[in-house]
């Protein structure tokens, strides 16, 4: 079953949350998608169906989900799995043995592991590089690169790469480009306008947005890759859940307006951290002095709600004694959800990446990352000027 979403291009976002994909229950007029919690379909004479066989192949939640989801990037098909890392699988498996793929320096820990741990074991080959300059990845393109990966912005050091700039080297390569969309969100940027081939999303962040469901997403608008993406979606299963799949219509339904309040607090605790006199540096793409600003301000509508910065006295007690001393922000993995989280990468979200790449690709012992909420902001600004006075 294909999620072909092209007749939602003409709705502004605020209104595709809400609308894209979705339909009334024609059994009942139920506004709100139902949960078809159903593991198989009655069908009226073997092979015969109403589109539906098996929950593992097509569930109908799930399908209002991902017809939403691929609307809000402008795309015609969108593919949901059990976890961002299981999107992430099933992108991995359009490559072969003998593959290469030019990754981003700056990756999220949970790809880094999948790619060097898993998929290297089959003779696929990651190069991990810095893209700041985007020119700079012409010189590890080799004829074997068949992919090229990237975060923007990254995670944890907030790196915009120019996505126009990366498209345009790989077309004439014939190189797919992947782009993990999961800081910015479709709210703030949608590469598949930009060039893109396929994008990813971590649904479990800011797209379900309250801290209560795991999924990913893979969403492009190539028949040939939606046909592979599909595939291995049901032959290898790792598929939501319905109730999931309501949650997360659920949650999108929000999405602009959390964003947006999430955005405004970010500002205010950015230029306070940026203005403490024991940070040494904060990660931000809304600076003008940050390294792209001027390409975020080309490819995204905003500058998002993440956070980075490290301290002066770079340690990593340090980073454990602060983030051990809020208390609105809960120290947690994860990001997104309408609560303000901090973390540290380097004991937790990227602990699997060796500290002498991390180092290299900026994520210091002592940096810190935010996922700012939808709190009033005094209160936030008030707990992190609290837990700076126990250090």
């Given at each position: 079953m294909r999620y072909i979403c092209t007749q939602f291009e003409d709705m502004r976002f605020g209104t595709k949350v809400l609308h894209a994909g979705i339909e009334p229950d024609p059994s009942t007029g139920a506004i709100m998608t139902p949960i078809f919690q159903t593991s198989t379909y009655v069908q009226e004479s073997p092979g015969k169906h109403k589109g539906y066989e098996y929950a593992r192949t097509q569930n109908p939640t799930r399908t209002a989900l991902q017809n939403n989801?691929?609307?809000?990037?402008?795309?015609?098909?969108?593919?949901?799995?059990?976890?961002?890392?299981?999107?992430?699988?099933?992108?991995?498996?359009?490559?072969?043995?003998?593959?290469?793929?030019?990754?981003?320096?700056?990756?999220?820990?949970?790809?880094?592991?999948?790619?060097?741990?898993?998929?290297?074991?089959?003779?696929?080959?990651?190069?991990?590089?810095?893209?700041?300059?985007?020119?700079?990845?012409?010189?590890?393109?080799?004829?074997?690169?068949?992919?090229?990966?990237?975060?923007?912005?990254?995670?944890?050091?907030?790196?915009?790469?120019?996505?126009?700039?990366?498209?345009?080297?790989?077309?004439?390569?014939?190189?797919?480009?992947?782009?993990?969309?999961?800081?910015?969100?479709?709210?703030?940027?949608?590469?598949?306008?930009?060039?893109?081939?396929?994008?990813?999303?971590?649904?479990?962040?800011y797209l379900a947005g309250h801290s209560d469901v795991v999924m990913g997403a893979v969403i492009c608008n190539s028949d040939e890759i939606a046909e592979r993406i599909e595939f291995y979606q049901n032959a290898c299963g790792g598929v939501p859940g319905p109730q999931d799949c309501f949650l997360a219509l659920r949650g999108i339904k929000t999405l602009h307006i959390r964003m947006q309040?999430?955005?405004?607090?970010?500002?205010?605790?950015?230029?306070?951290?940026?203005?403490?006199?024991?940070?040494?540096?904060?990660?931000?793409?809304?600076?003008?002095?940050?390294?792209?600003?001027?390409?975020?301000?080309?490819?995204?509508?905003?500058?998002?709600?993440?956070?980075?910065?490290?301290?002066?006295?770079?340690?990593?007690?340090?980073?454990?004694?602060?983030?051990?001393?809020?208390?609105?922000?809960?120290?947690?993995?994860?990001?997104?959800?309408?609560?303000?989280?901090?973390?540290h990468p380097a004991t937790m979200t990227h602990a699997s990446i060796p500290r002498s790449e991390r180092l290299k690709s900026g994520v210091a012992d002592s940096l810190i990352r935010l996922s700012v909420g939808i709190e009033d902001v005094q209160d936030l600004l008030e707990d992190l000027e609290n837990a700076f006075k126990s250090i």
């Open positions: 989801l691929a609307a809000l990037e402008n795309a015609k098909h969108g593919f949901c799995f059990g976890s961002g890392m299981a999107a992430t699988d099933a992108i991995a498996r359009l490559l072969k043995p003998g593959d290469e793929v030019i990754a981003i320096d700056d990756l999220y820990g949970g790809t880094y592991r999948i790619f060097t741990k898993v998929y290297a074991a089959y003779g696929i080959k990651f190069t991990f590089v810095p893209m700041e300059n985007a020119s700079d990845i012409e010189a590890h393109i080799t004829t074997a690169t068949k992919m090229i990966w990237l975060e923007t912005p990254t995670n944890p050091t907030l790196k915009v790469i120019d996505i126009k700039r990366v498209t345009s080297i790989a077309l004439k390569h014939q190189i797919i480009v992947v782009v993990d969309n999961t800081f910015a969100t479709p709210y703030l940027q949608n590469p598949l306008d930009l060039g893109a081939d396929i994008v990813i999303h971590s649904v479990t962040k309040r999430a955005e405004e607090n970010a500002l205010q605790i950015a230029h306070f951290l940026k203005s403490n006199e024991k940070v040494a540096k904060v990660n931000w793409p809304g600076f003008p002095d940050h390294i792209n600003h001027s390409i975020a301000l080309e490819q995204m509508r905003g500058f998002g709600a993440m956070i980075s910065f490290s301290l002066k006295d770079d340690t990593l007690e340090n980073a454990s004694i602060l983030t051990s001393a809020t208390h609105l922000f809960s120290l947690a993995e994860s990001l997104g959800g309408v609560e303000s989280l901090i973390g």
